[in-house]
């Protein structure tokens, strides 16, 4: 009897543009675009494999529906799965965890340039008739910033943390680094691995790459942004909850930190207030470092691939831990 393959949530990755034909060849697929919590055990059924992006798979999920033996996150962080429970019900849990690197980094410099130069601002401006009454031949409304020179301090070292020190030291830029796990490899005259406090003081531009755990929840606060030098620019295209938002928001209301761009928020989307989006001094971004449709294409070769993997008996980016 063929499996059966239920994709939970396949807009956000595939809103028409990619193929689902690599999964089609491994079973019985069915795509739905979105899933609410209370769909989710009628969607599932008796199917074998689970796909999800942002779909919840929590305990009862899994005490419901007996029939999983596999969950795939379309994504790198698989908090939305518990995998203790996972576990404990025999099910292997993957994620993707490469597929992204060169478009986040990319990201990144989109929003900090956006910072330095304000250049859909400026745009705007022209467009409304500033330059054809401009007595002089150009104008600028905002500080124009030049990253040569600077200091670029990046919490969280990984593939994608490197791919972003890369692109911070071909704008000459010098990087300091913290992350648990140090690659002496990595360092050189422009990048060095320093401790928090250090990086929190000696840096122009700070960018959060780090995952999201107990530890690094609120990671910046109104205690380590006290530490930053004034003017400092933070950017976070990693997880939401590393920030204190309304600890951010007073200090960009003081003036102590200049500017900030985040492409994550703590509610995803946001349903209530968010003190971020309030902020003029903040540009937010609806998630979409990730999806520029090449690294899309990729997640989709991967997911694929950790199947295929999984059904030959020899699974790859596995998350749970199977008892033994």
Same mark, same amino acid.
């Given at each position: 009897?063929?499996?059966?393959?239920?994709?939970?949530?396949?807009?956000?990755?595939?809103?028409?543009?990619?193929?689902?034909?690599?999964?089609?060849?491994?079973?019985?697929?069915?795509?739905?675009?979105?899933?609410?919590?209370?769909?989710?055990?009628?969607?599932?059924?008796?199917?074998?494999?689970?796909?999800?992006?942002?779909?919840?798979?929590?305990?009862?999920?899994?005490? $419901?529906?007996?029939?999983?033996?596999?969950?795939?996150?379309?994504?790198?962080?698989?908090?939305?799965?518990?995998?203790?429970?996972?576990?404990?019900?025999?099910?292997?849990?993957?994620?993707?965890?490469?597929?992204?690197?060169?478009?986040?980094?990319?990201?990144?410099?989109?929003?900090?340039?956006?910072?330095?130069?304000?250049?859909?601002?400026? $745009?705007?401006?022209?467009?409304?008739?500033?330059?054809?009454?401009?007595?002089?031949?150009?104008?600028?409304?905002?500080?124009?910033?030049?990253?040569?020179?600077? !200091?670029?301090?990046?919490?969280?070292?990984?593939?994608?943390?490197?791919? !972003?020190?890369?692109?911070?030291?071909?704008?000459?830029?010098?990087?300091?680094?913290?992350?648990?796990?140090?690659?002496?490899?990595?360092?050189?005259?422009?990048?060095?691995?320093?401790?928090?406090?250090?990086?929190?003081?000696?840096?122009?531009?700070?960018?959060?790459?780090?995952?999201?755990?107990?530890?690094?929840?609120?990671?910046?606060?109104?205690?380590?942004?006290?530490?930053?030098?004034?003017?400092?620019?933070?950017?976070?295209?990693?997880?939401?909850?590393?920030?204190?938002?309304?600890?951010?928001?007073?200090?960009?209301?003081?003036?102590?930190?200049?500017?900030?761009?985040?492409?994550?928020?703590?509610?995803?989307?946001?349903?209530?207030?968010?003190?971020?989006?309030? $902020?003029?001094?903040?540009?937010?971004?609806?998630?979409?470092?990730?999806?520029?449709?090449?690294?899309?294409?990729?997640?989709?070769?991967?997911?694929?691939?950790?199947?295929?993997?999984?059904?030959?008996?020899?699974?790859?980016?596995?998350? $749970?831990?199977?008892?033994?």
């Amino acid at each position: 009897m063929k499996r059966t393959i239920v994709v939970l949530d396949g807009y956000t990755l595939n809103p028409g543009d990619l193929s689902w034909e690599g999964l089609e060849q491994l079973g019985d697929l069915h795509v739905y675009d979105r899933t609410g919590t209370d769909a989710v055990v009628e969607r599932i059924g008796d199917a074998e494999i689970v796909i999800t992006n942002k779909t919840p798979l929590g305990k009862q999920v899994f005490a $419901s529906c007996p029939s999983i033996k596999y969950v795939g996150v379309l994504a790198t962080g698989y908090n939305v799965v518990d995998v203790k429970a996972a576990a404990d019900a025999g099910v292997v849990v993957t994620n993707i965890p490469t597929y992204g690197t060169t478009a986040v980094a990319q990201y990144v410099f989109a929003l900090l340039l956006e910072m330095c130069h304000h250049v859909g601002a400026h $745009s705007d401006a022209v467009r409304k008739g500033r330059w054809h009454s401009c007595p002089d031949f150009c104008f600028w409304d905002y500080p124009l910033i030049e990253l040569a020179g600077k !200091t670029m301090g990046i919490v969280g070292l990984g593939r994608i943390g490197y791919a !972003t020190a890369n692109i911070a030291q071909a704008f000459g830029m010098k990087v300091l680094a913290f992350d648990a796990y140090k690659n002496k490899d990595w360092e050189s005259e422009t990048l060095r691995y320093v401790e928090m406090d250090e990086l929190l003081s000696a840096s122009d531009v700070i960018s959060l790459h780090c995952p999201l755990t107990e530890e690094t929840k609120g990671l910046i606060n109104k205690s380590s942004l006290a530490k930053t030098r004034p003017g400092v620019l933070l950017v976070n295209t990693s997880r939401g909850p590393l920030i204190d938002e309304a600890d951010l928001v007073a200090a960009l209301e003081s003036g102590h930190v200049a500017g900030a761009a985040v492409d994550v928020i703590a509610e995803e989307p946001p349903r209530t207030q968010n003190p971020l989006i309030d $902020s003029a001094q903040c540009i937010v971004t609806p998630h979409i470092a990730w999806a520029p449709k090449e690294s899309r294409a990729r997640l989709m070769d991967i997911a694929v691939a950790n199947l295929r993997a999984f059904l030959e008996n020899r699974p790859k980016n596995v998350v $749970s831990a199977l008892p033994k």
